[in-house]
């Protein structure tokens, strides 16, 4: 039986997870597929660290070109992360023809595009089917699965860490300090959790989706991006009477004509949506195709496991794509001209939720109206919790579909009233019509 | 740019499906793949029908050999059904070493075997995503993206019908009968539903599951099939009173060794879980592997445009597999030995929801709990309604796990008693632990 002889860059815990299963299954996926799949060596910096799985000395080694220069070596799996050394790591192995799996999703939404043409260039690929969402297998299902679809919108839950926190603060009414800190306690959230929380590892695979679904490669210094902490407890109960839960979502969008929405931001989704009820550190994705229709894929988004089950998947494509000399039978990217570029968020159209703390007096919500609609924008409903003359209370307006622009502008309005104690917070509502 | 020359052989609801969404985004296909599919040449015996596509005169046969045996045609898509001519015109292309994409369940079900074997002694292929779960792609995740999984188990709603009528039932507390006849007079039911409403449809996805899943070809006629003619607008209630709904699924379990449970009937699911709350004709097939954990796919099932999604993907998997002459790079089937064969219905375990029609009388529960007691079955939980001495009553039991066997020889005791009188309910519950 052929092999497929497989350097390993880094060894942190998804490599970890790589070399625990791969052997672990050795038997059951070369009977699938035909090929043994083997790690010959591992380049890692730091081997004195503990670890759970025992590289015999013999594999080991400690620079990464000791494995992307190894003309025994078939393919690089990048597992170091980052976005500096990784990158060149990866372009070192290309140059040297050989087939890259990353599961990093920061590089690819930063440097996608001059990695994808530098594995153009050596007649090689790039899979990167862990970057997002985890073990869910939603590259493949876009790339080949839904291949018959424009896609109309792509709606992710796509940080296990994010809905993990919102998930605990919809269920106990904990505000996000709290629950952020229990949630590093416990291993879910970073000591440094921006990353996660304010949105940008979700916009990194935005990027990454959108990219792919449409053809162009997306700007990630365009993207709009809004984090949790702007979500308190109060919302998520004011959510909940409206018949919501509010989710981070990665949004994707295409209108009739060339231009895709990419935004990450707290949403208000509908309590009988299939998002809604995705809870805990679990990923969901939401496809609509103008063939196939409404689509989901629901799974782990992290973690050793769930990880390595999607890089080994990208492994088998490469050693079957090796076997019969395909090397880019399926590339990493392919630009077409269906969609051209991305939306401005100013011309973004959506409905929202409001949050206004007003002082409660005759005449506030008045004001407020009358700003509202000068601008056009249109009031869906209204809740003003019971208060007493004269003190702070919050008010929350359901507003109709409006442009970010005239919404924004609005708003700036609003929170310059008197009666309008500080500044007001605003999420979208989506209503996947 | 290259082209594929499709031969479609029949142009009922599905083919049309293909005709239309291949001429629909075409250029979008190309760009993606880089290579156009066409459809070259239409076998239709009936040409008189009213249809959504327009197919040129050019274009039209009447005989299905004049598809398959052209050395013109690169790949035949069989769409007529049924489990006889269907075959032969497949084993016919197949001979003529074209690959075949299906989306007969039944065929497969029934003749999967051989015809496999046929397309490896042609070093040909067959392709056949859109046999189950419509436009998911189930297959591709399964066979492609799961593929470092040990497939712990398959829970399937797989029949758009039956969830439809059954969602319903829960939703309007309507009987099986009404909502069947609304059904069918609104085109979600046939004229004749048995296929479909027994629990049929769902065997055949489920033996195409199970044998991808597992490596060995599970006989059609060993899976245990029951329907949902049984399940009433009462059960849905009690369900609902236990946290539970009731759903028409595909079960599929390795347990510890060799053996592989395989099984189709209605099934308490609790109401958290996410197959819980997939309604109408939508799909969901919900899978948990050794590596990667819990996962779930989702979308519709049936249906002109969603099916075609399905078939238009292996049709770029065809063509890229021709560019690059690896006509066997994914076998449609590859037998490995990690499970062997399918475990006899007898010894399956699994948690019961029995309705009995008792007397309402003193010493009847005592009666039905020494019976189970002696076949060491436990009780859960009992929900009787109040009702009036002497007269018939519902009386709900949840047992715990159990054998089927033993559950099967209680119950024949239990129907047996004087004061049960109409045969008693048994469904299945599944706890997903």
């Not at 990093?104 to 862990?130: D, Q, V």
């Not at 939401?286 to 973690?303: C, E, I, L, S």
């Amino acid at each position: 039986m052929k092999s497929l002889r497989i350097g390993l860059v880094g060894i942190g815990t998804v490599g970890q997870g790589v070399y625990k299963n791969l052997e672990k299954n050795a038997d059951l996926i070369a009977e699938r597929c035909g090929i043994r799949l083997e790690i010959v060596r591992v380049a890692e910096k730091f081997w004195d660290r503990k670890r759970v799985v025992d590289v015999p000395q013999a594999k080991r080694c400690t620079e990464a070109a000791e494995v992307t220069r190894d003309p025994k070596i078939d393919v690089v799996i990048e597992l170091i992360g980052g976005t500096t050394i990784a990158g060149d790591i990866i372009l070192d192995a290309l140059k040297h023809k050989k087939p890259v799996v990353t599961a990093n999703k920061a590089l690819l939404a930063h440097r996608g595009e001059e990695l994808f043409a530098a594995a153009a260039k050596n007649h090689t690929n790039i899979f990167y089917e862990a970057s997002v969402a985890g073990g869910i297998p939603i590259i493949k299902a876009l790339r080949e699965g839904l291949i018959a679809n424009r896609i109309q919108s792509i709606h992710g839950i796509i940080n296990g860490t994010c809905n993990y926190i919102l998930s605990r603060m919809a269920a106990e009414g904990a505000d996000f300090e709290a629950v952020l800190k229990d949630a590093q306690a416990q291993g879910y959230a970073e000591a440094n959790p921006s990353l996660d929380v304010d949105g940008g590892d979700t916009a990194h695979k935005a990027v990454i989706l959108a990219s792919l679904a449409y053809g162009f490669w997306v700007d990630f210094d365009k993207v709009h991006i809004e984090g949790i902490r702007s979500v308190t407890a109060a919302d998520m109960q004011y959510a909940d009477k409206l018949g919501y839960v509010i989710k981070l979502l990665a949004t994707i969008k295409a209108d009739g004509g060339k231009q895709v929405e990419v935004r990450v931001h707290p949403t208000l989704v509908p309590k009988g949506h299939l998002l809604a009820s995705i809870n805990g550190v679990f990923n969901a994705v939401f496809v609509r195709g103008d063939v196939v229709g409404d689509t989901a894929y629901y799974g782990r988004g992290a973690g050793m496991d769930a990880t390595s089950s999607a890089i080994i998947s990208d492994l088998v494509d490469i050693a079957l794509d090796m076997k019969f000399n395909a090397h880019r039978r399926v590339p990493p990217f392919v630009p077409h001209k269906m969609y051209g570029k991305l939306k401005p968020m100013d011309d973004v159209i959506s409905r929202y939720y409001l949050r206004l703390d007003v002082v409660d007096k005759p005449g506030v919500l008045a004001q407020i109206a009358t700003i509202l609609g000068k601008a056009n924008i249109g009031i869906m409903s209204v809740i003003q919790p019971e208060g007493h003359e004269g003190q702070k209370v919050p008010l929350i307006l359901m507003i109709h579909d409006a442009k970010d622009s005239a919404m924004r502008a609005a708003l700036d309005k609003i929170d310059k009233l008197d009666c309008v104690r500080s500044q007001s917070v605003m999420f979208r509502v989506e209503s996947f019509e």
